[in-house]
C-alpha cells in the first residue's frame, strides 16, 4: 500500500459544510462591491520576486521570513508565491495601462501564501479579500473604503470591532522622524530586544510596532510621527477625519499604527477585536501613493484595504453570525434503479426551474429501502421528498411528500400533506418546491 499522503501543514483544505460558509460570504463580498461600484481583479498566484522585494520592502518580515520563493527550473527566473496582492494589483495596473483613462476601484480575492507558525486564524495558505482605488488622491476616497468595511461589518452582523487609524505622513516627514527616532532608540540600546537591534538602523519604524511587553514603555514614549507632520499631511489627516465624523464612524487614532509593508504613506488604519486572541487585526490598510513608482512605473495616488476571510469566518462563528448550511428543496426517493431513466429527466427539468434536487444515488445491490432512502431524505435538509415509486409512475405522476413544516412567514399555497403532482408539465408547479 502506497504511503498515505496529507495537506502540507498550514495549508488547509475547506469541505462542506464549512464551503457553503465560504461561498456565502465571498457572495456577500461581490454584491457589496457591485453596490460601491469595484470590480473585480484577478492576477496570477505566482509573481516575480523582485515585485515583493522592491513594493513591501526588503527588511519586512514578509520578505526577509515569510516569503515562499524558489528558482524556475526552465530559465532561472525568481518567482514566489505571492504573500498579498496590493503590489500585484499595482504590477497589473501597470502592465495593462489601466488607469489611462482615470481612476479604478478594483476588488479581489484568493490564497496568500506566508511561511509562519500556523494559529488561530492564521495559515500559511490564507484568503485575503481586499479593495484598492487607484488614481485617487482625495482622503474621500479613504473615507469611502473605511466606510465599505463598516456597511460590510454590519452586513455580516459583526459587533465588537473597532477602528484603529494613524497618518505615516510622506516620504521626507517620515525621514526627518526616522532620524529622532533612532537617536531615541540608540539612547534606550540596552532595553532593544535582538530583532529591535537587528532593524535599528533599517527600519527603525518597524520596532514600534514590537510586541515585547519588556519594550513597550520605552517604544510608548518615544517620538511620534505625527510631530513631524507637515501641512499637507495634517490637512489630509484632519479632512479624513471630518469625513469620518460626518459619517458617523467612531474610531481611535493610534500613533503606533505603522503596518507591515514599505510602501504605506498618510492615512492608515486597522479594523481590530479582541474576540480572535492575539490575532485581533480582521481588516487593514492605508494609502500607498509611491508603490507604482517602487515598481517601475509612472507616480499614481493609490488607497486600498485587505481582510483576512479566515479571521472573519472565525469572528462570524465566535459570534454565532454563521447561516445555516443551505439544504436541497428536495430529495428523490427512487426505489427502483430500472426507473432512474425516467426520473433522471423529471429531475432535470426541475432543476432548469431552479429547484434544487438531490437524488437518491444506489450501490451495485440496489437503491436500497424505501426506509433508508428517507432516512437519507431527511438527514439531507431537503423540505420534500419525491417519491418516484412504481405505481405513480405508472399513473404518471411523482409523490411530493413534506419532510418540514413551512418557513415562518410562507403563505398558504405550500402543500402541507403527501400530495401527487404530473410529470408532464413540471414548470406548472416546481415554484412549490422552491425555498423562500
Known amino acids: 500500500m502506497a504511503e498515505k499522503l496529507s495537506a502540507v501543514k498550514g495549508m488547509n483544505d475547506i469541505a462542506p459544510p464549512a464551503s457553503a460558509h465560504w461561498e ?19 492576477t496570477p498566484i505566482v509573481e516575480p520576486t523582485a515585485l515583493f522585494v522592491r513594493g513591501l520592502g526588503e527588511v519586512t518580515d514578509i520578505v526577509e521570513k515569510e516569503m515562499y520563493s524558489f528558482e524556475d527550473r526552465l530559465n532561472g527566473e525568481e518567482l514566489t508565491l505571492r504573500p498579498e496582492n496590493t503590489a500585484g494589483v499595482v504590477r497589473a495596473a501597470l502592465e ?4 489611462y483613462d482615470g481612476g479604478k476601484r478594483l476588488y479581489y480575492m484568493g490564497p496568500m501564501f506566508r511561511h509562519e507558525r500556523p494559529q488561530r486564524g492564521r495559515y500559511r495558505q490564507f484568503h485575503q479579500f481586499g479593495a484598492e482605488a487607484l488614481g485617487f488622491a482625495g482622503p474621500d476616497v479613504d473615507a469611502e473604503l473605511i466606510v465599505l468595511a463598516c456597511d460590510l461589518f454590519a452586513e455580516l452582523g459583526l459587533t465588537g470591532i473597532e477602528l484603529e487609524i494613524n497618518s505615516l505622513g510622506q516620504a521626507e516627514e517620515r525621514r526627518a522622524h526616522r532620524q529622532a527616532l533612532i537617536a531615541y532608540l540608540e539612547s534606550h540600546a540596552d532595553l532593544l530586544d535582538e530583532d529591535a537591534r537587528r532593524r535599528l538602523h533599517s527600519n527603525p519604524l518597524r520596532i514600534l510596532d514590537t510586541k515585547n511587553p519588556a519594550m513597550q514603555d520605552m517604544v510608548n514614549a518615544a517620538p511620534h510621527l505625527m510631530g513631524f507632520l507637515g501641512a499637507e499631511s495634517l490637512d489630509h489627516f484632519n479632512r479624513l477625519r471630518s469625513l469620518l465624523d460626518a459619517l458617523g464612524i467612531g474610531y481611535r487614532i493610534n500613533p503606533r499604527l505603522v503596518r507591515g509593508m514599505d510602501y504605506y504613506n498618510l492615512s492608515v488604519f486597522e479594523f481590530v477585536t479582541t ?12 494609502r ?3 508603490l507604482f513608482e517602487q515598481i517601475g512605473g509612472k507616480a499614481a495616488p493609490a488607497v486600498g484595504w485587505a481582510l483576512g476571510m ?3 469566518l472565525e469572528l462570524l462563528k465566535e459570534q454565532g453570525r454563521l447561516p445555516e448550511v443551505p439544504a436541497p428543496d428536495a430529495y428523490a426517493v427512487v426505489p427502483d434503479a430500472s426507473s432512474v431513466p425516467l426520473v433522471m429527466p423529471v429531475l432535470r427539468a426541475l432543476r432548469q426551474h431552479g429547484v434544487s434536487v438531490q437524488m437518491h444515488a444506489g450501490s451495485a ?4 429501502s424505501m426506509k433508508s432512502q428517507f432516512k437519507k431524505a431527511d438527514a439531507s435538509g431537503a423540505r420534500f421528498a419525491l417519491i418516484f415509486g412504481a ?12 419532510l418540514r413544516g413551512p418557513r415562518p412567514g410562507e403563505g398558504a399555497g405550500e402543500p402541507l400533506a403527501q400530495v401527487s403532482r404530473p410529470l408532464a408539465g413540471v414548470s406548472a408547479w416546481a415554484g412549490s418546491l422552491r425555498q423562500h
Open 310 to 312: 479566515e479571521r472573519i
Open 365 to 368: 445491490e440496489g437503491m436500497g
Open 391 to 402: 405505481d405513480e409512475l405508472q399513473q404518471g405522476v411523482v409523490s411530493v411528500k413534506p
Open 288 to 290: 500607498y501613493d509611491g
Open 96 to 99: 495593462h495601462s489601466l488607469l
Open 24 to 42: 456565502w460570504l465571498e457572495d456577500t463580498l461581490r454584491a457589496l462591491m457591485r453596490r460601491y461600484g469595484y470590480r473585480n481583479m484577478r
Open 275 to 286: 474576540q480572535l486572541g492575539s490575532q485581533g487585526t480582521v481588516c487593514a490598510g492605508g
